[in-house]
């Protein structure tokens, strides 16, 4: 079964500190996996996705992600936070099949503060 | 150009009340997902459509949750006799293609649904 586990429920930094957010997952094959943000009252929106191309995946606004296959992780990292990165992340893996949804963590809260 | 939307924004219903949730997906988008949003969990699915028919709805909860799409655009989620344990925010996705690992699915701003 597919499955990823956000282990921080809230992060907290400083502006221009580096951020690091972690996702495990777990997958009976290789996996998809996907970094969203949602920002208050927005849907979501996709930073950046592993397809089993490059293991580290750049993405947008700063972010990047590697994929470890001997950790079965997928961090989320920024090197320097910025006020407007403060949101929720999910990260997801894809469910595979002919159905294609997502399966998603439980968020994590990421406060900057100034 | 328009990315997903849906309406209402904002829904507020009482205890054994029908409502109907609307998606209006990306133009040209064969494939459409629903997925529900608890407070303080990710997106959890519900049902998949791809054109009008619906492809997998092992994510309902119960027979009370219903969707369509009929014309194989806009998608109408349906729940009767709602119960408080509703309450949610409820999110549609598109995307234009299907049963591929590079499948990006472009989320609407959802609607949150409170059950008094």
């Known amino acids: 079964a597919q499955s990823v586990t956000q282990l921080d429920s809230h992060v907290s930094v400083s502006e221009g500190t580096p951020v690091l957010l972690r996702c495990n997952y777990s997958?009976?094959?290789?996996?998809?996996l996907f970094w969203y943000v949602q920002h208050p009252n927005k849907g979501l929106q996709l930073l950046l996705k592993y397809t089993s191309a490059a293991t580290l995946v750049k993405g947008i606004n700063g972010f990047e992600a590697e994929f470890k296959k001997s950790e079965t992780s997928f961090h989320l990292t920024k090197p320097s936070a910025h006020m407007s990165d403060a949101a929720e992340y999910f990260c997801?893996?894809?469910?595979?099949?002919?159905?294609?949804?997502?399966?998603f963590g439980k968020g994590t809260k990421l406060s900057v503060k100034p | 150009g328009a990315g997903v939307s849906q309406t209402p924004s904002n829904k507020v219903t009482e205890k054994g009340k029908y409502v109907e949730l609307r998606c209006d997906p990306i133009s040209g988008h064969t494939a459409l997902y629903w997925y529900r949003q608890s407070l303080g969990q990710g997106p959890e699915f519900l049902i998949y459509?791809?054109?009008?028919?619906?492809?997998?709805d092992s994510g309902l909860p119960n027979d009370r949750f219903f969707a369509v799409r009929p014309e194989g655009s806009v998608s109408t989620l349906k729940i009767q006799r709602t119960e408080r344990g509703d309450s949610a925010v409820y999110l549609c996705?598109?995307?234009?293609?299907?049963?591929?690992?590079?499948?990006?699915?472009?989320f609407g701003p959802g609607t949150r649904l409170t059950v008094l």
């Open positions: 996705a598109s995307s234009s293609r299907t049963g591929s690992r590079y499948n990006e699915q472009f």
């Open positions: 459509f791809q054109g009008t028919g619906a492809a997998d």
């Open positions: 997958s009976s094959y290789s996996p998809s």
């Open positions: 997801a893996i894809f469910y595979g099949g002919s159905q294609g949804n997502l399966i």
